[in-house]
């Protein structure tokens, strides 16, 4: 049972270039998302997808644009990579469980660890 | 002020302490708690979850929650080395339950 799997899982840019970090679930989940990890920073929201086709902001999205064309996978691109967008990025998906209780157990990816010089 | 505040530690406590770590949030909307635990160079993976006020156990660990003041728990008993990882809390509302609010983490090791 793979859950959620990111690729590449290292990368190194120069800074200026582009590249597309990959992201695909088979839990059958509605949402997903796109993290950043920094240190004393915690895990920042970059966007979402609520459900196929569908995507939103987060909290940090500037310099990231993001693709949700088929349900199971979820595209995170860098258009033109800074340094400041060195990060480990990970990626998760989400369902809300049925009955009385809504729920959002996030599973996550092992990571993609990205250094843009 | 963040809306989850985790104080980043580091803690290293013996083998078989007690470990004992809080988060305090601002949002009176949340409901569901998780903590989450993220060992090095790994993505976090989900280690208990509440849903409103009280406590919960699972073998070693106990969570509780005091939506009162505002603030949970993760305690962990007879800590074993292979508890070393780093600890987030994670929040949501009933609304909007499928954004989570994190905590920066506390980064825990037990030495043997």
């Known amino acids: 049972n793979a859950g959620v799997t990111q690729t590449p899982k290292f990368q190194v840019l120069k800074t200026g270039q582009s590249m597309t970090l990959q992201c695909a679930q088979d839990m059958n989940h509605n949402s997903m998302y796109w993290y950043r990890q920094d240190p004393g920073m915690g895990l920042r929201l970059i966007y979402y997808?609520?459900?196929?086709?569908?995507?939103d902001k987060g909290e940090v999205p500037d310099g990231y644009n993001v693709s949700r064309l088929k349900k199971q996978n979820f595209l995170l691109g860098l258009e033109s990579a800074a340094p400041s967008q060195t990060s480990v990025y990970f990626c998760?998906?989400?369902?809300?469980?049925?009955?009385?209780?809504?729920?959002?157990?996030?599973?996550f990816g092992a990571g993609t660890r990205l250094s843009v010089l | 002020q963040k809306e989850v505040e985790q104080d980043p530690g580091p803690l290293s406590v013996p083998e078989g302490a007690i470990v004992s770590l809080n988060c305090t949030y601002s949002n009176s909307a949340f409901q569901y708690f998780m903590w989450y635990r993220q060992y090095s160079r790994k993505g976090p993976e989900l280690l208990m979850y509440?849903?409103?006020?009280g406590n919960k156990e699972d073998g070693r660990f106990t969570a509780q929650v005091d939506k009162s003041s505002k603030y949970i728990s993760l305690f962990i008993r007879d800590s074993q080395p292979s508890d070393s990882a780093t600890y987030l809390c994670?929040?949501?509302?009933?609304?909007?339950?499928?954004?989570?609010?994190f905590g920066a983490g506390t980064t825990v090791t037990v030495r043997a």
């Open positions: 994670a929040m949501t509302t009933r609304s909007n339950d499928y954004k989570l609010s």
């Open positions: 998760a998906s989400s369902t809300r469980d049925g009955g009385g209780e809504a729920k959002n157990i996030q599973y």
């Open positions: 509440t849903y409103s006020s």
């Open positions: 997808s609520a459900s196929e086709g569908t995507t």
